[in-house]
């Protein structure tokens, strides 16, 4: 596609309650990043995928935190056991190796 | 704390007046900064970047200016509009592709 997408834009869950949020990168892009953003703040790294290297893991915040994408294609997000303090939106980029990050329009995630 | 800051959090400008947004890294070895602009409900949008070699660059109505000596990074916008209120938010990568985001400035455009 012309851009990153990100499914759903919205996504409303029980506290206790796993979601899964996924990311489609632009075509062609071999490295995959996913960013939380809470509330008034900047970005903060979760994780990272470049092609079929072992994922950069380093800021994901607990082990209910985990990522997945098979090849250079689709990545899911899944945060089990979800808690108020997950509540952020959470956003996903693409690049060409290192070079620039492109966005997607984020999931803004709340937990009740 | 974070190693990418901007020194104002709010910035409000009136239309046709150039705007200056600033921000302080402290990772000497940081070797690439990226100004990205965010509008509410949208993901961060890529407006310009440097890197370490280079103190100027130039792009349609934006300018970066890159000071290595004191760590600071600018954003010059030349005649703001309406269109350029958003949150902005300046990065730096230190390694091979992790980006350090700083807490964003907010730039209202007033008519």
């Known amino acids: 596609g012309a851009g990153v997408s990100q499914s759903p834009s919205n996504k409303v869950t029980e506290k206790g309650k796993d979601v899964e949020l996924r990311c489609d990168p632009i075509s062609g892009h071999t490295a995959l990043y996913w960013y939380r953003q809470r509330l008034g703040q900047g970005l903060e790294f979760l994780i990272y995928f470049q092609g079929n290297s072992a994922p950069d893991k380093s800021g994901l915040p607990s082990d209910r935190f985990s990522a997945e994408r098979t090849g250079e294609s689709v990545s899911t997000l899944t945060i089990q056991r979800t808690q108020q303090e997950d509540s952020a939106v959470y956003l996903c980029?693409?690049?060409?190796?290192?070079?620039?990050?492109?966005f997607g329009p984020g999931t803004r995630l709340t937990v009740l | 704390g974070e190693s990418v800051g901007l020194h104002l959090p709010t910035l409000s400008v009136q239309e046709g007046d150039n705007s200056i947004i600033n921000c302080a890294y402290s990772?000497?070895?940081?070797?690439?900064f990226i100004w990205y602009k965010q509008e509410s409900g949208k993901g961060p949008q890529f407006i310009i970047d440097i890197r370490s070699n280079m103190d100027k660059r130039q792009g349609q109505r934006v300018t970066v200016l890159l000071n290595k000596t004191v760590k600071h990074l600018s954003l010059q916008i030349a005649a703001t509009q309406p269109g350029d209120s958003a949150v902005y938010f300046c990065a730096e990568r230190s390694n091979d592709y992790k980006l350090s985001f700083g807490a964003g400035t907010t730039v209202t455009v007033r008519a």
């Open positions: 990772n000497s070895a940081s070797d690439y």
């Open positions: 980029a693409s690049s060409k190796r290192a070079d620039t990050q492109y």
